[in-house]
Nanobody
Framework: QVQLVESGGGLVQAGGSLRLSCAAS????????MGWYRQARGNQRELVAA???????NYVDSVKGRFTISRDNTKNTVYLQMNSLKPEDTAVYYC???????????????WGQGTQVTVSS
């Protein structure tokens, strides 16, 4: 059994910052891809940022230069530092991880429960 627990969402004014965290726990052998998605009301879920186990990152164009994804492999945790937030960043943010478990020995995608980020103008 694997769980992803997110924290750090909230309400912030435009131009402000928030830091999201997502910690994975359970029978984990290895975590490969980790990423943050978001879904605004009425929109499809989109990939915001992703990071590989070795630290390679990629971002959706709309957040480049403002958001930074990082991970701590010793804590099985991924972070999303969000600066210069805009009202259009308002969404539910979901953590995603591709995890190889020990029991049973397989690789699956796992999702966090989602955390609301609201940016007021």
């Amino acid at each position: 059994q694997v769980q992803l627990v997110e924290s750090g969402g909230g309400l912030v004014q435009a131009g402000g910052s928030l830091r999201l965290s997502c910690a994975a726990s359970g029978s984990i052998f290895a975590i490969n891809f980790m990423g943050w998605y978001r879904q605004a009301r009425g929109n499809q879920r989109e990939l915001v940022a992703a990071i590989t186990r070795t630290g390679s990152t990629n971002y959706v164009d709309s957040v480049k230069g403002r958001f930074t994804i990082s991970r701590d492999n010793t804590k099985n945790t991924v972070y999303l530092q969000m600066n210069s937030l805009k009202p259009e960043d308002t969404a539910v943010y979901y953590c995603n991880a591709r995890i190889r478990t020990t029991v049973p020995p397989r690789e699956n995608d796992y999702w966090g429960q989602g955390t609301q980020v609201t940016v007021s103008s």
